[in-house]
């Protein structure tokens, strides 16, 4: 037994002799040894990957977050409305923390292929701001509300059963499906009776407001606060934040998510789905005006460009004469206003 607990006994079951290195690097050099090497990289392969289109990958990547986005959201709510009454199967924690970790998901998860929209309004904004090209939007809008529409069909066949018998106590107690808490809202919002549609408006274009700018902020390589690995799950959390304050409420977010659900619905629970109360051009539209809205702001008010360019994630569009030119002017600026500041305090002493 002593034997069995020496000091050397514990090097021969890492296999290393350096120690003296650290443990960390032991450890790393010990679990390296035990994992199955990687399998080279075939011609075969590369050709593959190099002859497959690039818009196709940029399509699914952006169907495939929505859909990692929106199913966990929409199950949990589905989970939440079906058995409200037994407060285990979900509440409006769950919810907002299904779609803040999905959201999370989907940038880890496809990002790196389409860039990370998820968002019809986003794909604008990055368009209008940031020179994605135009040519892309209206694929990557398509892409996204697919993604949607998929997850909401995946989500009614899965429930199907369950949102059957709740449509049947619904119906049979005078209030039909589609309204606000009836099985078609597990698919997409709907306002309740005492909501007005100017009501509606201004906090759907508040909501999308907030959440633009902290998108916008999150993805600033400037931000000294924002690492690419946490920015998911700040992302993630900005909509959960509004899920959690406006839950007596109704709000839509994502115009990928709220259109290609609300189809599904309108497929399940008839075109009721997108007439009722007139409402569904406001969760539908206005994501768009309002992250423009909010991005406008943070890229005219806030955006600090030279900081960008000085941590070498962007270049003067005049190459490095440019920016010399510029910090210059600007320096020659600094001075004559700090010699403007100095006369005016002389000429108030004397005074």
Request: include cysteine; aromatic fraction near 14%.
């Amino acid at each position: 037994m002593a034997q069995s607990s020496s000091p050397d006994h514990h090097l021969r079951q890492l296999h290393t002799h350096d120690l003296e290195l650290g443990a960390t690097e032991a450890i790393q050099k010990h679990y390296a040894r035990h994992v199955v090497q990687a399998r080279p990289v075939s011609q075969r392969k590369l050709d593959f990957e190099h002859n497959r289109p690039r818009w196709l990958r940029e399509m699914m990547a952006e169907a495939t977050g929505v859909f990692f986005y929106v199913f966990p959201g929409i199950a949990a709510v589905t989970a939440f409305t079906i058995n409200k009454e037994d407060a285990a199967f979900g509440s409006l924690l769950q919810v907002g923390f299904a779609f803040a970790f999905g959201i999370a998901f989907a940038i880890i998860t496809c990002a790196s292929t389409s860039g990370g929209h998820f968002n019809p309004a986003i794909t604008i904004c990055f368009a209008v701001w940031q020179g994605f090209p135009w040519k892309k939007v209206p694929y990557y809008i398509f892409a996204q509300v697919f993604g949607a529409f998929i997850a909401g069909l995946l989500l009614m066949g899965m429930y199907w059963e369950q949102l059957s018998a709740y449509a049947e106590a619904t119906r049979a107690a005078g209030d039909g499906v589609v309204f606000n808490g009836g099985a078609a809202s597990v698919l997409c919002s709907f306002p309740s009776a005492n909501q007005s549609l100017g009501y509606l408006f201004l906090i759907e274009f508040f909501v999308d407001s907030y959440i633009g700018i902290v998108i916008w902020s999150a993805l600033d390589p400037a931000n000294p606060f924002i690492s690419p690995a946490s920015a998911p799950f700040v992302i993630g959390l900005a909509y959960a934040c509004m899920i959690w304050g406006f839950a007596d409420v109704t709000i839509s977010t994502n115009l990928a998510r709220d259109l290609g659900t609300r189809i599904v619905a309108a497929i399940f629970y008839d075109g009721e789905a997108f007439s009722y109360k007139n409402y569904s051009w406001i969760s539908i539209l206005v994501n768009v005006p309002a992250t423009l809205f909010a991005t406008g702001y943070y890229e005219l008010l806030m955006r600090d460009s030279l900081q960008k360019i000085g941590k070498g994630h962007a270049v003067h569009e005049g190459g490095e004469e440019g920016l010399t030119l510029h910090l210059t002017k600007t320096r020659q600026d600094i001075e004559r206003g700090a010699t403007t500041a100095i006369e005016k305090v002389g000429t108030n002493d004397y005074a």
